[in-house]
């Protein structure tokens, strides 16, 4: 769900506000409320209403009033980018062979699971998010840009991890490819070397900016190409295969990044545990949508396709 975040404010001594107005236009007149976001659930918040809620309704966030928490999750709110990702009858043909056959749905959710056998459609789906593919038939939009139409808007509004993250860092040296995005952005040198630090900070990996890429680690090329992403500010992170044959440090290192991005997330992946908690999974099989629900119920579903 997206909406607009009102200014907190203290409605009793024991009370911290916030209020969300829902957006209108693309819910077909109704829009879901959803609080998966654990560390703001851990803090205490507690939803005064739940459910589905009209177009346009004012809905009331009420924590306890240990302001420190109450202003974190705030915070966090505010950080949260989430776009309106909408199918609409949306087909991928290669010639004679259906990769994706016809989807309609909408995700809203900031962590999306996409698993399924190899050749089920996952990476044709996410390619079509990313405008990486083109819909043969049908619509691809995010917040109404259509992945065609406007292609350029729409492309600005996502990253893509691939499998081999390796292969998308292009510049010899860390630092320099972090920097690519900002400066073709044509920014100024200092604002550049902000956003650079910033970025590589975030993901705790300032120490590898003078590295090169051969030098990493699996999960170090990860972080580094996330961090070559989220440099330029998408709303959404598609990652390919995040955790493919990364160990056990690497993978936990791997996930909290992901799990602690402010950016919607969509997560293809075999690695059954890193979605299981997710509030949205997909499932799909021989290029159509066999599942859509909850992570831990959509892992049931793809073991019986699986027949393990």
């Known amino acids: 769900m997206r909406g607009s975040l009102f200014s907190p404010g203290c409605q009793s001594p024991d009370l911290f506000t916030l209020r969300l107005l829902t957006l209108a236009g693309a819910w077909g007149g109704r829009s879901h409320l959803e ?18 809620f009209p177009l346009g309704s004012q809905i009331s966030f009420t924590f306890p009033s240990a302001a420190a928490s109450a202003i974190e999750a705030y915070n966090l709110l505010r950080r949260s980018r989430i776009l309106l990702i909408h199918f609409d009858q949306a087909e991928l043909r290669y010639g004679d062979r259906v990769a994706l056959q016809p989807l309609t ?15 089920s459609g996952k990476t ?18 995010l917040d109404g840009l259509d992945t065609v139409a406007d292609e350029k808007a729409a492309r600005a509004k996502t990253g893509f991890i691939f499998q081999n993250p390796g292969h998308q860092i292009i510049l010899p040296i860390i630092r320099e490819d972090v920097a690519l995005g900002p400066k073709s952005r044509g920014l100024d040198a200092g604002e ?17 900016a003078s590295r090169r890429p051969h030098e990493l680690s699996g999960g170090e090329l990860q972080l580094a190409a996330l961090a070559a992403v989220c440099v330029n500010r998408p709303d959404v992170v598609i990652f390919d295969e995040p955790t493919n044959q990364l160990d056990l440090k690497n ?14 997330a969509v997560v293809i992946s075999h690695d059954l545990d890193l979605v299981a908690d997710f509030s949205r999974v997909l499932v799909f099989d021989q290029g159509a949508l066999a599942f859509d629900g909850a992570g831990r119920d959509a892992i049931a579903c793809y073991r019986e396709i699986a027949g393990c």
């Open 35 to 52: 609080t998966h976001e654990p560390n703001i659930v851990s803090r205490g918040l507690i939803v005064k209403k739940n459910g589905v």
């Open 105 to 119: 749905l909408s995700l809203t959710e900031q962590r999306i699971g996409v698993i399924g056998l190899n050749g």
């Open 124 to 141: 044709s789906f996410a390619r079509l998010i990313a405008g990486l593919a083109k819909p043969t038939s049908g619509t691809v939009t």
């Open 192 to 208: 550049v070397e902000r956003l650079v630090d910033e970025a590589l900070s975030r993901f705790g990996i300032s120490d590898l």
């Open 251 to 264: 993978r936990a290192r791997v996930k909290a990044a992901i799990d602690g991005l402010a950016e919607q």
